[in-house]
């Protein structure tokens, strides 16, 4: 296998992803929840993404920027992971698909290189983004990797509140169980919560020098 940056993710890539079917039953689960946080005066995206435990205790957090509107949301995440330098998460939960003013991430690239199952969680009904992307720079390119996420799919979390999901390297049904593992109440897994609090910081930080 071809090496990934510094060598030491060539023996990562080449771990087996457990189930999430098996992860569910362990009290080690670790999360990395992504979010973002982003202002077209600088435009600049905050990205932040935040380890957590299934105990709630966070151990890790990374963070870069990428371009409002631009077409680096997929690599953003991709340093995200790469940056916490370590082979013990689970599975990674994403706040959306489409962000940082249409900045579309590639799931399925996203899974293909990092090989960790992926969950993206939005949280509102939508009649789609197809129009708005094409207006975009690139629009094509942008409209076709959305096609390429695939459909949301409705589901109801331990609390009662329906979210939306795409998920990769596990079922519809193993999402479910990872993401009520992390919820603690209303709609927002605590690892999403916590990442979007701390990019909302650092954004206020950049705006304020």
Same mark, same amino acid.
Do not use: H, W
């Given at each position: 296998?071809?090496?990934?940056?510094?060598?030491?993710?060539?023996?990562?890539?080449?771990?087996?992803?457990?189930?999430?079917?098996?992860?569910?039953?362990?009290? +080690?689960?670790?999360?990395?929840?992504?979010?973002?946080?982003?202002?077209?005066?600088?435009?600049?995206?905050?990205?932040?993404?935040?380890?957590?435990?299934? *105990?709630?205790?966070? *151990?890790?957090?990374?963070?870069?920027?990428?371009?409002?509107?631009?077409?680096? +949301?997929?690599?953003?995440?991709?340093?995200?992971?790469?940056?916490?330098?370590? *082979?013990?998460?689970?599975?990674?939960?994403?706040?959306?698909?489409?962000?940082?003013?249409?900045?579309?991430?590639?799931?399925?690239?996203?899974?293909?290189?990092?090989?960790?199952?992926?969950?993206?969680?939005?949280?509102?009904?939508?009649?789609?983004?197809?129009?708005?992307?094409?207006?975009?720079?690139?629009?094509?390119?942008?409209?076709?990797?959305?096609?390429?996420?695939?459909?949301?799919?409705?589901?109801?979390?331990?609390?009662?509140?329906?979210?939306?999901?795409?998920?990769?390297?596990?079922?519809?049904?193993?999402?479910?169980?990872?993401?009520?593992?992390?919820?603690?109440?209303?709609?927002?897994?605590?690892?999403?919560?916590?990442?979007?609090?701390?990019?909302?910081?650092?954004?206020?930080?950049?705006?304020? *020098?």
């Amino acid at each position: 296998m071809k090496k990934v940056g510094n060598g030491y993710y060539e023996g990562m890539m080449k771990k087996r992803v457990a189930t999430a079917t098996r992860l569910i039953s362990k009290k +080690a689960i670790r999360c990395l929840g992504v979010a973002e946080s982003f202002t077209r005066r600088k435009n600049k995206s905050v990205l932040v993404g935040v380890v957590m435990r299934r *105990d709630l205790i966070v *151990d890790g957090v990374s963070l870069t920027t990428i371009t409002v509107g631009g077409l680096d +949301a997929t690599e953003g995440i991709i340093r995200i992971y790469k940056g916490l330098n370590r *082979d013990d998460i689970n599975f990674m939960l994403i706040n959306g698909a489409v962000i940082a003013f249409y900045n579309v991430i590639d799931l399925p690239r996203l899974y293909d290189e990092l090989r960790v199952p992926i969950i993206s969680i939005t949280y509102n009904p939508s009649k789609g983004l197809e129009q708005n992307l094409l207006k975009m720079d690139q629009g094509e390119n942008r409209l076709e990797i959305y096609r390429r996420n695939g459909p949301r799919e409705r589901v109801y979390l331990k609390t009662g509140y329906p979210v939306f999901i795409r998920c990769f390297g596990l079922t519809k049904d193993e999402a479910v169980g990872l993401l009520n593992a992390f919820v603690i109440s209303g709609r927002v897994p605590e690892p999403i919560r916590l990442a979007n609090l701390m990019a909302r910081a650092v954004l206020k930080g950049m705006l304020d *020098d």
